[in-house]
């Protein structure tokens, strides 16, 4: 049952192939974009050429963009082609400046751009579609080439500390009476990605040989959101996953709330008196890493 669905999708794909541009047979091009992270909102352009020597104006046509393997889409209205400084979207016209006198070169061309307006929401995939570029040469005269589209859009990940947050530190004197140590104030963290996350947190001292390796309970979660994680990590041990979550990043993400999320992390040390007294300087290493679904 798995090779005849396969084999309809090769069958499917192949019938619209020929749908779309049955007349520019040999005149497909390949434009292949670089691949982009897209961590703002990026807009990427590359050069391409038409037979469009004797064309008068030229638009075009497309559809999404489309990543096979999940049915994430680029949408049309964020791809456009440009010429001379002058930019238009899907079945808008361009008008094209007039040849010089003496008439055009037998086979010459002319250098177009097609750009692709990039969201950091995108999620990572490989997207590609088919554009039909069509010339017009006269009102009853035109002509259509078709131009094959792929470009790749990675996963990200960034990470922040909020700033102008005092560093946290352990308050001794107000633990006196309690058998837990706890930092006076949350660290407060913004993660943002385009895809789901994974945050590790490693917890080192300043003397890694000579302090002692003692255990440090840890606590990070969202406001107002259920499911803090707890974990217990040794001082100068291994790096640990602390939190793991969706994409965060909505639309173009031009605001805060639609673009980080935000972590609050804790930490305390049990039992404390048992360790020698001292002042023990610890260093939080966080590295965030993102994951296929």
């Not at 400084?85 to 037998?106: H, I, S, Y």
């Not at 997207?127 to 996963?155: C, F, N």
Request: glycine fraction near 8%.
């Amino acid at each position: 049952m798995k090779n005849r669905v396969h084999l309809w999708v090769c069958l499917i794909f192949t019938v619209t192939f020929c749908l779309i541009a049955p007349a520019a047979a040999g005149e497909l091009q390949f434009l292949t974009f670089p691949a982009v992270a897209p961590v703002t909102e990026t807009s990427l352009s590359l050069p391409f050429t038409l037979p469009a020597s004797t064309a008068s104006a030229v638009s075009f046509r497309c559809s999404a963009l489309m990543d096979t393997a999940t049915g994430n889409r680029i949408s049309p209205d964020r791809i456009s082609l440009s010429y001379n400084q002058k930019t238009v979207g899907p079945n808008q016209l361009l008008t094209l400046t007039p040849q010089p006198t003496g008439g055009p070169e037998a086979g010459s061309t002319r250098e177009f751009g097609l750009q692709i307006n990039f969201l950091p929401s995108d999620p990572p995939g490989e997207y590609e579609g088919i554009i039909e570029a069509v010339l017009h040469h006269s009102t009853q005269d035109t002509e259509r080439i078709s131009l094959w589209v792929k470009t790749r859009v990675l996963p990200w990940i960034k990470l922040e500390r909020v700033s102008g947050q005092p560093f946290p530190g352990f308050d001794s004197l107000s633990s006196l009476t309690e058998s837990n140590l706890t930092i006076t104030e949350p660290l407060k963290l913004l993660l943002a990605s385009n895809t789901h996350w994974q945050l590790y947190l490693r917890v080192g001292t300043a003397i890694p040989h000579h302090d002692p390796e003692f255990p440090l309970q840890i606590r990070i979660g969202r406001p107002g959101k259920a499911g803090e994680e707890k974990k217990t990590l040794l001082a100068n041990g291994p790096a640990q996953l602390v939190a793991a979550g969706p994409p965060t990043v909505v639309g173009d993400g031009l605001t805060p709330a639609n673009y980080w999320t935000e972590l609050y992390l804790s930490a305390s040390i049990a039992d404390w008196r048992q360790y020698p007294t001292g002042n023990h300087q610890l260093t939080f290493y966080l590295s965030g890493q993102t994951i296929t679904p």
